[in-house]
């Protein structure tokens, strides 16, 4: 039975969404306009996604830091590309106290200049490099329209800014970012299947010579961008004057790459994998995995359900018990909505029969095991289950939400019925973007690397394709 706080998702997505979000006690509205109060429960799930990440860039000879939150203007102006890139987000502080500033600060939308303005200071010779620098923290971008976890004026993130001695080094680590963090994360612990690809150049970060994007499609085919991996080259170094002495004792501009990822990644979650009662959360993510929820206060009851909370948490597995007074009917649905993977139910009358039952999160599937079985074996399979399924459905999910197109009738025929991916060749030209993204608003959301053209035809003119692009609506 669906939660009644919940409208359905197949009636209204958007309400669906942010009916979700409220119900689980992961953000709430603030105040301020265009900011999200991140409630306990939502901020545990962003410190688990901080964990993983930690875990995957320390182990790749990454070190955390922390920059201002300020940035002068004219430290901003020193790389063109990026102040007109950002220009219309930007918010300004003109006032300190009482007293106007004798030069404006913006708020960081992003910090390449700082990093740039830090580096220029401390990188002297190819001995201090590479420098794999990476910082955990909110930046604010004036957003018109805005939405919990997917689009903000503040929101959380983490942004890495590195240094290299060659462009190939760079360039490795752009790729390396991409494809053994992000698409780890979002494969391995999201169980989302998103598609990896370089960005247009009209879809490029200001000022970056590329970008790689990873891409995550949702359960109503609206594509999310979910992470960027930019290559820089030397186009910040130069100007910020970001010198080193190679191996052959010359002053050199540095390479330099920069990569990002943000809590929208909670939003990506909640709208593959969530349904009508609330919260999915994928095992490998969730900050709690399994709840045991004793039912009545009897001594037998409460003795098992504090033993197995000992055994799991003994094997790692991060548990809880509800010892509240709440309803039973009311613990479930709470568990329910919070998306804890595995909900244990011991009562009194079940023991005297010999089990207790395990519930599923995903599939509501009831499991009846002995009461003295292996309760941590039984809950790891539950958890290995769930994890694998989950990607499985998200994939032919996607799969199904997948079109591939000629020509701009065909486009429309999709975009009628729905959205989703679409795969189209492209002949590279701006023109020919733009001219799509008059259907429906579409626009390019990577091009396919390693991948020919379909009929080496552009899906727009009719010329010869350069490029297998996927198109689709994005949040």
């Known amino acids: 039975m669906a939660n009644k706080k919940i409208v359905s998702r197949d009636v209204d997505f958007a309400k669906w969404y942010t009916d979700v979000v409220a119900a689980a006690h992961l953000a709430s509205y603030s105040n301020v306009k265009g900011c999200i109060i991140l409630e306990p429960y939502g901020y545990l799930i962003w410190e688990k996604i901080q964990e993983v990440?930690?875990?995957?860039?320390?182990?790749?000879?990454?070190?955390?830091?922390?920059?201002?939150?300020?940035?002068?203007?004219?430290?901003?102006?020193?790389?063109?590309?990026?102040?007109?890139?950002?220009?219309?987000?930007v918010a300004w502080v003109t006032e300190g106290g009482t007293n106007k500033l004798e030069e404006r600060m913006c708020i960081r939308p992003t910090s390449e200049t700082l990093f740039s303005d830090?580096?220029?200071?401390?990188?002297?010779?190819?001995?201090?490099?590479?420098?794999?620098?990476?910082?955990?923290?909110?930046?604010?971008?004036?957003?018109k329209e805005t939405r919990p976890f997917l689009r903000g004026r503040e929101f959380w993130w983490q942004e890495g800014h590195t240094v290299h001695e060659t462009k190939e080094e760079a360039e490795a680590e752009?790729?390396?970012?991409?494809?053994?963090?992000?698409?780890?994360?979002?494969?391995?612990?999201?169980?989302?299947?998103?598609?990896?690809?370089?960005?247009?150049?009209?879809?490029?970060?200001?000022?970056?010579?590329?970008?790689?994007?990873?891409?995550?499609?949702?359960?109503?085919?609206?594509?999310?961008?979910?992470?960027?991996?930019?290559?820089?080259?030397?186009?910040?170094?130069?100007?910020?004057?970001?010198?080193?002495?190679?191996?052959?004792?010359?002053?050199?501009?540095?390479?330099?790459?920069?990569?990002?990822?943000?809590?929208?990644?909670?939003?990506?979650?909640?709208?593959?994998?969530?349904?009508?009662?609330?919260?999915?959360?994928?095992p490998k993510i969730a900050p709690i995995k399994a709840i045991i929820i004793p039912i009545g206060s009897d001594e037998a009851v409460l003795e098992l359900a504090n033993s197995y909370k000992e055994q799991l948490e003994k094997n790692c597995i991060e548990v809880s018990i509800d010892n509240s007074d709440k309803s039973p009917g009311y613990k479930f649905a709470e568990a329910e909505v919070k998306g804890i993977p595995v909900r244990i139910e011991i009562g009194l009358r079940d023991l005297e029969k010999g089990y207790v039952t395990l519930v599923r999160r995903?599939?509501?599937?009831?499991?009846?095991?002995?009461?003295?079985?292996?309760?941590?074996?039984?809950?790891?399979?539950?958890?290995?289950?769930?994890?694998?399924?989950?990607?499985?459905?998200?994939t032919i999910h996607r799969d199904k939400l997948t079109y591939i197109a000629t020509n701009l009738e065909e486009v429309k025929k999709i975009m009628d019925k729905g959205p989703g991916f679409i795969k189209a060749d492209w002949c590279g030209s701006p023109l020919c973007e733009a001219k799509m993204k008059e259907i429906k608003g579409l626009k390019s959301r990577c091009i396919l690397e390693n991948s020919k053209p379909l009929t080496g035809k552009c899906v727009v003119c009719q010329e010869k394709a350069r490029d297998l692009v996927v198109w689709g609506i994005q949040y």
């Not at 949702?218 to 002495?245: C, E, P, R, W």
């Open 53 to 89: 990440m930690n875990k995957m860039l320390k182990e790749s000879g990454h070190q955390n830091m922390a920059m201002p939150m300020l940035i002068p203007e004219s430290l901003m102006k020193k790389e063109s590309e990026l102040i007109n890139g950002f220009a219309p987000e």
């Open 118 to 143: 830090y580096y220029s200071n401390i990188v002297k010779s190819y001995r201090d490099l590479p420098i794999k620098y990476n910082q955990w923290c909110t930046v604010m971008r004036w957003e």
């Open 174 to 282: 752009t790729r390396f970012i991409m494809d053994n963090v992000y698409k780890k994360l979002f494969y391995d612990y999201f169980a989302i299947p998103a598609i990896t690809g370089i960005k247009t150049k009209s879809e490029t970060f200001a000022g970056a010579e590329y970008s790689i994007t990873i891409e995550a499609l949702m359960h109503n085919g609206v594509s999310l961008q979910s992470g960027t991996s930019h290559y820089f080259g030397q186009k910040f170094s130069k100007a910020y004057d970001i010198k080193f002495l190679n191996r052959e004792n010359k002053l050199e501009y540095a390479y330099q790459t920069s990569w990002g990822t943000t809590s929208r990644m909670i939003g990506a979650i909640i709208m593959v994998h969530s349904d009508d009662d609330g919260l999915v959360l994928p």
């Open 362 to 394: 995903d599939t509501k599937e009831k499991i009846e095991v002995p009461y003295d079985a292996d309760i941590v074996g039984t809950v790891k399979n539950i958890l290995d289950n769930m994890q694998k399924d989950m990607l499985e459905r998200a």
